[in-house]
């Protein structure tokens, strides 16, 4: 294989004590000069790295120095692998992951690249994908969708290395790729929590392009692995260590035998010893406790840096290959049905697995991949409800439904805070208004009677002056107020469509929805349970002061006509109030009722769009089917022709040779009766020799 020579980078991180290591009054055994790493206590040892890294450098910076720039080159069509390697415990999920304030390298690498796709989109087109599985001594997890279908490693004679019955999941943005990465690392926490020691993740991102500026938009394609390894020290790693150290070691034969060893290690065919970018990240405590381990990760570091692997880029061959993978099957084809012999075992299997690459090779257009994506989206959410994933779902939609309700709460509040200020200081102005009307007409007046001094006229008209001024303020008080108030009205209302949008993203599960919408009405109804509960209590306050009043009236001695009057009067409050009630639950019955109508039609709707799915669903497993079909015919109807074709040569054959049988036979009878002729002259020649005396001739002839 061509292509560019270069060497593993192996990479150290070591991060700070844990809180055991700190109970066991572990000390420091790891010292960093440089890219050395100098392990200490009993001998001293020092190890060569590619650049070494204590907890204080964050993993951006590790990122950065070590990864940034062969990201940039996954865009030109270059493979990458950056797997973080090293003993249980040891960091290996925070340099890979890493948290919120310290992204890790996989969420980097998303970042870099869609920046750099973005860079070079104007002639370029772009198609992402991503593929997360996890695999343990017990197979393989889609993580991204734990279906539990068959899976195995495959090497694909486009696609290279792929794990076959992963799901794909197109990716429009970082923003997907981190969603997706972070969902597949919540559900390997969540499937198998008790393993997380024993079990490998790899994060497959693929990375097409179509060059626009050339007619037949000539492509190339790239992959970046992320490997999150298991533990150096258990035995899911066995396979990896041996696989590193044959290599260090250039084994070339061990290495071959080795790759086969595990899915693991077919995995890592590309990124140890073939062609892909490699950055090792080998993880390390500092504490004295664990010094054993950290010397053996440290050696294997020395021994990774010796693997060469060739680099190329990766054109897109598609064409080709179909074209190339169709004359070996017809080749295949034709050996297995012209044998005379029973078709040879291995052939046959070759050839089955040829048609499975040719099935995959021609189902690679971005257009097909995008409508699978889409189509796993439903199944996806399915599986992920079957695994008791839903609530998680559930949890996070709650979480985020109560963050988003207390925020709205929040608002109404200040909303109704500010609607009160506004009706004081509507109140206040209208009083100021009147105010000054009066002031302006007594001055009118008494200017028109020509009453007023000079003194009192400035007295006034100072005071109307006053007053016009505070007014002037007030009003435009009051108008920042209603400016405010709308500023909250628009958050309110940003803040309910953007629930609504979370809602309905959410709900694209049927499942999920329903359960979300039960939820959400079950807790509309208590509220509103709540409410009228409260309404009545208030009223009921109301009303008790209310007839408290009319009594005290009635005992100062107001008058009523009869006691009748008074009786009347509290039946009419009392009746005012169980209006307001029977008002109060008339609105939340309709609006119980709007929302039952609305959660029927969204039924409806869904109903619909998941007939029109499954029409899909099945109208693409007939297709699949004809498919199958078809080609399964078109083989039958090639043997079926050799075999006539067969059939008529042998006819052909087994008749001439008949005629030349036949030929041969009257030949034979011809000699046979020409021979019966010259017997019966022989018989009679001696016949009529008996008769007569020997002749000198005769008898010389019988003495010789
Ligand atoms: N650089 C670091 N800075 C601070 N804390 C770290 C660092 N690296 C690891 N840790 C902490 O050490 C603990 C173990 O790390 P982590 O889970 O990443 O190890 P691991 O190698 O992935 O373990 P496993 O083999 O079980 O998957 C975690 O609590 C993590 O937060």
């Given at each position: ?6 060497s ?8 700070p ?42 993993n951006?910076?590790?990122?950065k120095?070590?990864?940034?720039s062969l ?5 030109d069509?270059?493979n ?36 750099q796709?973005?860079?070079a ?16 001594e ?8 734990p ?6 490693v ?24 981190n ?34 500026s ?17 533990g150096?020290?258990t035995?899911a ?42 950055v ?97 989206e439903?199944e ?7 695994k ?9 939609v ?11 709460l ?37 200017t028109?009677?020509g ?20 007014l ?16 909250l ?26 359960r ?7 807790k ?23 007839k ?35 008002t ?32 899909l ?7 699949n ?26 006819a ?17 009878k011809?000699?046979?009766a ?30 010789s």
């Amino acid at each position: 294989m061509s292509g560019e020579k270069c060497s593993v980078q192996a990479v150290v991180r070591c991060r700070p004590f844990t809180e055991s290591e700190k109970g066991k009054n572990a000390s420091r055994a790891v010292k960093v000069s440089g890219d050395k790493v100098i392990l200490q206590g009993g001998k001293e040892q020092t190890f060569s790295t590619d650049g070494s890294y204590f907890w204080d450098v964050a993993n951006g910076q590790v990122y950065k120095e070590k990864c940034e720039s062969l990201v940039k080159k996954v865009v030109d069509g270059f493979n990458l692998t950056i797997m973080a390697y090293g003993q249980t415990g040891s960091g290996k999920s925070y340099i890979m992951h890493g948290t919120e304030e310290d992204p890790g390298i996989g969420p980097q690498v998303f970042q870099t690249l869609f920046r750099q796709i973005e860079a070079a989109s104007d002639n370029r087109d772009f198609f992402v994908s991503i593929t997360y599985v996890q695999i343990s001594e017990n197979g393989f997890i889609d993580l991204l969708n734990p279906h539990g279908n068959e899976m195995k490693v495959r090497q694909h004679p486009q696609l290279g290395i792929i794990v076959e019955g992963a799901s794909e999941i197109v990716a429009h943005n970082d923003e997907d790729l981190n969603r997706l990465y972070d969902q597949g690392n919540r559900v390997s926490a969540i499937i198998q929590p008790d393993q997380k020691a024993g079990v490998h993740r790899v994060a497959m991102v693929r990375v097409e392009q179509k060059d626009l500026s050339t007619l037949d938009g000539q492509g190339v394609r790239s992959q970046v692995n992320l490997v999150d390894l298991a533990g150096a020290e258990t035995s899911a790693c066995k396979g990896v260590n041996a696989l590193l150290t044959a290599l260090g070691e250039s084994k070339k034969k061990d290495s071959n035998v080795l790759y086969r060893d595990s899915h693991i290690t077919r995995l890592l065919q590309d990124a140890l010893g073939g062609n892909s970018y490699t950055v090792m990240v080998a993880t390390i405590s500092a504490a004295d406790v664990c010094a054993s381990q950290t010397q053996s990760t440290l050696q294997l570091v020395q021994t990774a840096r010796k693997i060469t692997n060739q680099v190329k880029q990766n054109p897109d061959e598609t064409s080709t290959v179909i074209s190339e993978l169709r004359k070996e099957i017809t080749r295949l084809r034709t050996k297995i049905s012209s044998s005379s012999s029973p078709a040879d075992r291995d052939d046959v299997i070759k050839m089955e697995e040829l048609v499975k690459d040719l099935q995959l090779a021609k189902k690679q257009s971005w257009e097909e991949r995008e409508r699978l994506s889409d189509s796993n989206e439903e199944e996806r959410k399915h599986n992920l409800a079957n695994k008791g994933i839903l609530e998680w779902v559930m949890d996070a939609v709650r979480r985020g439904n109560k963050d988003t309700r207390e925020r709205i709460l929040q608002i109404q509040k200040d909303k109704d805070k500010l609607q009160l200020e506004y009706k004081e200081k509507r109140q206040q102005l209208d009083r100021m208004k009147d105010d000054l009307q009066a002031k302006i007409a007594d001055y009118t007046k008494m200017t028109e009677m020509g009453k007023a001094k000079e003194d009192e006229t400035k007295a006034r008209v100072g005071a109307i002056h006053d007053l016009k001024e505070h007014l002037k303020r007030e009003t435009e008080a009051i108008k920042d107020i209603k400016k405010r108030l709308k500023d909250l009205q628009e958050k309110q209302r940003a803040e309910k469509e953007e629930a609504r949008a979370t809602s309905s993203a959410l709900k694209g599960n049927s499942e999920l929805r329903y359960r979300i919408e039960a939820e959400e009405r079950q807790k509309f109804e208590a509220e509103n349970r709540a409410m009228i509960k409260e309404e009545l209590d208030r009223m009921k306050m109301e009303l008790e002061q209310e007839k408290a009043e009319i009594q005290l009236k009635e005992a100062q001695g107001v008058q009523y006509t009869t006691k009748d009057a008074v009786q009347l009067e509290m039946q009419l409050a009392e009746m005012k109030a169980e209006k307001s009630v029977i008002t109060l639950q008339l609105q939340s019955l309709e609006q119980e009722k709007n929302m039952l109508e609305k959660t029927m039609e969204n039924t409806q709707k869904a109903h619909k769009e998941e007939m029109e799915i499954q029409q899909l669903q099945h109208f693409q497993t007939f297709r699949n089917f004809r498919e199958v079909f078809e080609e399964q015919k078109a083989a039958l109807e090639g043997r079926y022709r050799k075999l006539l074709e067969d059939a008529i040569q042998d006819a052909v054959f087994l008749s001439d040779r008949n005629s030349e049988l036949e030929q041969e036979n009257q030949a034979l009878k011809q000699e046979l009766a020409e021979m019966k002729d010259e017997m019966t002259i022989l018989k009679g020649a001696g016949a009529g020799r008996r008769s007569r005396p020997p002749t000198a001739s005769s008898t010389r002839s019988a003495a010789s």
